[in-house]
């Protein structure tokens, strides 16, 4: 089994070093793609820094054309999706987050963060969760729809997929693994404004009643959470 790792990124030189210290050198990935996002920073001497492969986007895309991006330069059997804002992940962390797909007991999985909102936490399931092992082979016949999706549209889509094949999924908690609000990396009226135009692009993808759907949906394909 070959794994690349795919991390989309747009202006995250503080802290896609800390995610790439995680993943760099790992003995289970086999290609660390860092696909900058026309970034304005020095996120991409930062990814090389690390010895990432870095995948520069004609101008600032997107998410999910970012990783479409990545998607079409890599030939890996699975890719394994991480945010590049991360604080306190680890390699055994990534690990984690792999072997279930290694020992062959789900086809993917889905992480759970320790700062996701109270109410996935609860429920066991992070629907929108970016750092994710999917098979390749189940995006790779979807790349030119991904690339018209709406910015952050990726993971709804994913999901949609994964419930269409009734792909055993499993989730896997990060307890001490967290990702930074918006509001703390862009102050607080950005932030919002950020986090209002996510939301947005998501329920262009799927409706609300959609996403209710897809989280019972995963929910039933991963009965238990790791």
């Not at 070959?2 to 896609?16: D, F, S, Y």
């Not at 086999?30 to 101008?59: F, K, M, N, W, Y």
């Not at 609000?181 to 799927?206: E, V, Y």
Request: glycine share 6%.
């Amino acid at each position: 089994m070959t794994i690349a790792c795919l991390i989309p990124a747009w202006n995250e030189a503080a802290r896609i070093g800390g995610v790439l210290q995680a993943a760099q050198d790992h003995p289970l990935i086999d290609e660390l793609l860092v696909i900058d996002d026309g970034s304005t920073d020095a996120t991409a001497e930062v990814a090389h820094q690390h010895g990432a492969r870095v995948l520069a986007t004609p101008g600032n895309i997107g998410k999910t054309a970012a990783l479409a991006h990545g998607l079409r330069q890599t030939d890996a059997e699975h890719v394994l999706l991480l945010d590049a804002d991360l604080l306190g992940l680890t390699a055994a962390d990534i690990t984690a987050l792999l072997r279930p797909v290694i020992e062959h007991r789900a086809v993917a999985t889905i992480s759970l963060r320790g700062n996701a909102p109270r109410t996935w936490r609860l429920i066991g399931i992070d629907y929108i969760s970016g750092e994710r092992v999917i098979p390749r082979a189940l995006l790779v016949a979807h790349l030119v729809a991904l690339e018209a999706l709406p910015r952050f549209g990726f993971e709804v889509f994913l999901n949609r997929l994964l419930i269409a094949a009734k792909a055993p999924v499993e989730i896997v908690r990060w307890p001490n693994v967290a990702s930074p609000s918006k509001a703390a990396k862009r102050g607080r009226l950005a932030g919002l404004r950020a986090d209002a135009a996510m939301m947005t692009d998501i329920f262009r993808t799927i409706s609300p009643w959609q996403a209710l759907v897809q989280i019972r949906a995963l929910r039933a394909l991963a009965p238990t959470t790791r």
